[in-house]
Nanobody
Framework: VQLQASGGGLVQAGGSLRLSCAAS????????MGWFRQAPGKEREFVAG????????YYADSVKGRFTISRDNAKNTVYLQMNSLKPEDTAVYYC?????????????????WGQGTQVTVSS
């Protein structure tokens, strides 16, 4: 599966952005999806994950209550709605996919990665 992330940009603190990740292929609904981010000089970190059906989600503590992951299997797309953005959310955001029934939070568990989209939050 090929993944294409979009929706990043520059936003002021407290603002919102919605990231999208479009997947190619007819088996998108069989993949669990995740969002990760990587800030300059830091390791890639988990942000949010969602099961193949959308019935299960999981969030990093740092974004819980502010970010929402969702998916539309008919459109082969997963979303990350980001509200109440903070300067520390600034990073390149990546979407990823893995076959499986659960929700996955470790980067090593994912098989496919998108190219990343830059999110910059100004103070």
């Amino acid at each position: 599966v090929q993944l294409q992330a979009s929706g990043g940009g520059l936003v002021q603190a407290g603002g919102s952005l919605r990231l999208s990740c479009a997947a190619s292929g007819r088996t998108f609904s069989s993949y669990a999806m995740g969002w990760f981010r990587q800030a300059p000089g830091k390791e890639r970190e988990f942000v949010a994950g969602i099961s193949w059906s959308g019935g299960m989600t999981y969030y990093a503590d740092s974004v819980k209550g502010r970010f929402t992951i969702s998916r539309d299997n008919a459109k082969n797309t997963v979303y990350l709605q980001m509200n109440s953005l903070k300067p520390e959310d600034t990073a390149v955001y990546y979407c990823a996919a893995v076959g499986g029934l659960g929700v996955y939070s470790r980067a090593a568990q994912y098989d496919y990665w998108g190219q990343g989209t830059q999110v910059t939050v100004s103070s």
